[in-house]
């Protein structure tokens, strides 16, 4: 047992997203899981969970790993157990593992075998070594995969052939069968509902969470906007008293469009935020000229959010969890569609409309001319066609961002 454990702790260490040591290693790839095995049609139902139940985006946000495809053939046994999607989730995560295997490394195993440890060890799902996948290189060349904890009885797949490799970040292998195990496939409690507001008037944001819950179109907005990824940077009590005044002044329509404004409908995590500049589009922005954007722009370990207006500072996390997560800043985000860019302007004077409840924009679809959701009340004279490089985007950073945000380590012992 002892010896069980040394081995792990040398092999299955997996860094999950350690700090900000951005780009430990040179060469780091940018991929898309999805795109990559979309040039291989026998990969479809895999790809396609790989996407529903977003295990995708965290393998494009990760380095060092290896990715074990399972044919459309091979997924159906799985299938037909009808897993609800968070055991799904965690059988799958089995397939991914945190480490670099290519086929020549597969075949040339110090001791003819390896723990590695997989992304299902890495949640709080995995009791014991059940995370864990036994690789062995056997002596006629032929190479299988069997969970640590898989039932007695279970026969190992086969390693069948290399997909993708892009040493030593990215390696896609296919092999005969789906990995699986009885934790793996156990039942999941579903994930308790967050209350935003309530986390938010816990962890420093009270004054915000107050005007979220005062406006039950934006706070539903929020709501609606977690399962698909969520970012909200709340303003600090003490920035949001200081606003006020200001705030007051605004229009329903622009009191509802600055409160959306701090809310970016993607996951960012905190590593993320520290390792990539960038626009980032909000749940205010309507792919129209009122682009509502602003740049997330870090400095080592400090992330700053710069509008036309103000540059605020991430000050604490109030949650960071695919896919939430809320930061804490020192000031109000004052959007340049609603204020001057000269000091200390007071926001334009607002032409009544009788659209006041303006819905979260993005809900329209895409930038297919909808009707303008934010109402022309808040357009100065200085904006027109602004900076909205974002604004046809649909939320996503306008730099390849997610591309360089997992320096994971590499822990290459084999
Ligand atoms: C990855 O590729 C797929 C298919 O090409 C595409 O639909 C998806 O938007 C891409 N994801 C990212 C994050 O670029
Ligand atoms: C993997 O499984 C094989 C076959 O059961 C076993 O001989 C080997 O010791 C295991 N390797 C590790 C690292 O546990
Ligand atoms: C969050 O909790 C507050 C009371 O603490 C409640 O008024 C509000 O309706 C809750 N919001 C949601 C979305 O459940
Ligand atoms: C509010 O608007 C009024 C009228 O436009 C202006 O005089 C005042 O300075 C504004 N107050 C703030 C705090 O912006």
């Not at 040394?6 to 795109?35: E, M, P, W």
């Not at 032409?351 to 819905?359: H, T």
Request: glycine content about 6%.
């Amino acid at each position: 047992m002892r010896r069980l454990w040394d081995i792990l702790a040398v092999v299955g260490v997996f860094v999950v997203l350690a700090g900000s040591i951005s780009a430990t290693r040179a060469a780091t790839h940018t991929y898309n899981i999805t795109k990559i095995l979309a040039e291989h049609p026998e990969f479809s139902t895999f790809s396609h969970y790989l996407s529903v139940t977003r295990l995708a985006g965290e393998i494009n946000r990760r380095r060092t790993i290896t990715v074990l495809a399972v044919d459309n053939a091979g997924m159906a046994s799985i299938l037909a157990k009808h897993l609800t999607l968070e055991s799904l989730r965690n059988v799958l995560r089995l397939h991914i593992l945190a480490d670099y295997f290519g086929a020549k490394k597969l075949h040339q195993l110090t001791g003819g075998s390896a723990l590695a440890s997989s992304m299902f060890q890495a949640t709080g799902d995995a009791p014991g070594t059940s995370g864990y996948v036994n690789i062995t290189d056997h002596r006629a060349g032929k190479v299988t995969f069997i969970p640590k904890d898989a039932d007695d009885g279970t026969v190992p797949v086969a390693f069948v052939k290399s997909v993708k490799e892009m040493p030593y970040d990215l390696s896609v292998i296919q092999i005969s069968a789906v990995l699986t195990s009885p934790a793996a496939e156990a039942p999941v409690a579903a994930p308790a509902p967050v209350n935003l507001t309530d986390l938010m008037s816990r962890k420093g944001c009270k004054a915000f969470a107050d005007l979220l819950r005062a406006n039950s179109d934006v706070e539903n907005t929020f709501g609606a906007s977690v399962d698909g990824g969520l970012t909200v940077f709340c303003p600090g009590d003490a920035a949001m008293k200081a606003f006020m005044p200001k705030f007051k002044n605004l229009t329903a329509e622009g009191k509802t469009s600055i409160l959306l404004y701090h809310g970016v409908p993607v996951y960012y995590s905190i590593q993320m935020l520290k390792s990539n500049n960038g626009a980032v589009n909000t749940l205010a922005s309507d792919g129209t000229s009122k682009s509502f954007n602003y740049t997330v722009q870090n400095d080592g370990e400090v992330v700053t959010l710069k509008t036309k207006i103000v540059t605020a500072t991430i000050k604490s996390t109030v949650i960071d969890q695919d896919p939430l997560a809320v930061f804490v800043i020192d000031k109000v985000l004052e959007p340049r569609e609603l204020f001057k860019i000269a000091v200390d302007a007071p926001a334009p004077a607002p032409v009544a409309k009788a659209k006041a409840k303006a819905k979260a924009p993005k809900a329209s679809k895409d930038t297919a001319s909808p009707p303008a959701p934010a109402g022309p009340e808040e357009a100065p004279a200085d904006m027109k066609d602004s900076d909205n490089a974002a604004g046809r985007n649909d939320g996503r950073w306008v730099v390849a961002a997610v591309a360089t945000v997992a320096a994971v380590a590499a822990v290459g012992i084999y």
